[in-house]
């Protein structure tokens, strides 16, 4: 699998970001691994998702591929320090909530800020936060729920909007922007839109991490620049249901 860079999540929500590295990559063979089966990770203590997260990296690693995506903002917030310690030579890239683009773009503005609980309770958020949000008013929006109904095919339903309303609602028409930090939740913009107003702009870090991995290929002379590109699913639900969900998720999400 040399040839070959793994994009893991801790389910579906993965391939939110998939679609970019897909984009900016074309000729790029991806094996993508999605966790449903331990998924959701963000109500899980930072040690759980610590571990969880390892395991499925060391069986990824030791396939041998180029570079490893993790595509879960809670996974890279609670691992991703953990994961460069053990594999010092690999390229190993990790998603962040998009807080700077957002503050860049909207200065001295209201910005919120949807995550897991575990991402906006890392350190690592309170670093981003400390270091990129300090000309804004961030407000933090957790979102418990939400990544178990992307996981069931319901990112746009009755029951997403139904969740998300007493979260939202009371922002209505307040914020210049929403950072979507959690890679899911981009499949349920369409819901947050409805709740928030139009004119609030959804932001995420998928294209971002995608550019980003593609440079460091590039520097090191592993991208691959011609040939077919290709994707492998792999999920430890290991059924057929999950994977005809993430080839969905794929279709609907192409740029
Ligand atoms: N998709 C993951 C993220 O970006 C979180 C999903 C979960 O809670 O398992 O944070």
Redesign the pocket.
Known sequence: MKEYIAVF???V??ISVLRHLCAVMPQERFLYFG?SA???????PTEEIRALTLAAAEKLMARGLKALVV???????AAIEALRERYPDSIIIG?EPALKTACDRFPGKKIGVM??P??LREEKFARLLERCGRQCQVVKLPAAGL?ELVEAGKANSEESFALLEPLLKPYAGELSAVVL?????PFAAPTVSRLLGENTLLLDGGEGTALHTRRRLEAAGLLRTEGEGEIIFENSLDCGETVALCRRLLMEAKP
């Open positions: 999540d801790s389910g929500g993965g966790d331990n998924a959701p990770y963000g109500t899980r595509a879960c903002n809670t996974a890279t917030a998603i995550a897991t575990a991402t990544v930090g959690c890679t899911h939740y």
